[in-house]
């Protein structure tokens, strides 16, 4: 499976921004896809995720209710909408694959994209 993070950038406090993940290989839709974290100093945090078939969806407490994972399937694409954003949402991004129904940790992912950095500016 091949990830393909994309989206981040610079964005005031309570703005927001939409990071895209498109998901390549042939067993990719067997996957839980998922989205991680990691701030500079700290270790990487568990986001959001998804499962391709019946949608269902887990947050991090830090994020929920502000941020929304989707997906969509003809497109083989995971998106986060990430809104309200304050500046401790500063970190890079990435886009992650497991075979284990809406794990957090991050041993449990097999699969990784490259990551894509995120500022959030007060």
């Known amino acids: 499976v091949q990830l393909q993070a994309c989206g981040g950038g610079l964005v005031q406090a309570g703005g927001s921004l939409r990071l895209s993940c498109a998901a390549s290989?042939?067993?990719?839709?067997?996957?839980?896809m998922g989205w991680f974290r990691q701030a500079p100093g700290k270790e990487r945090e568990f986001v959001s995720a998804v499962t391709w078939g019946g949608g269902s969806t887990a947050y991090g407490d830090s994020v929920k209710g502000r941020f929304t994972i989707s997906r969509d399937i003809a497109k083989d694409t995971v998106y986060l909408q990430m809104n309200s954003l304050k500046p401790e949402d500063t970190a890079v991004y990435y886009c992650a694959a497991s075979r284990l129904l809406l794990r957090q940790n991050v041993k449990d992912y097999d699969y990784w994209g490259q990551g894509t950095q995120v500022t959030v500016s007060s």
């Open positions: 290989g042939r067993t990719s839709r067997s996957y839980i």
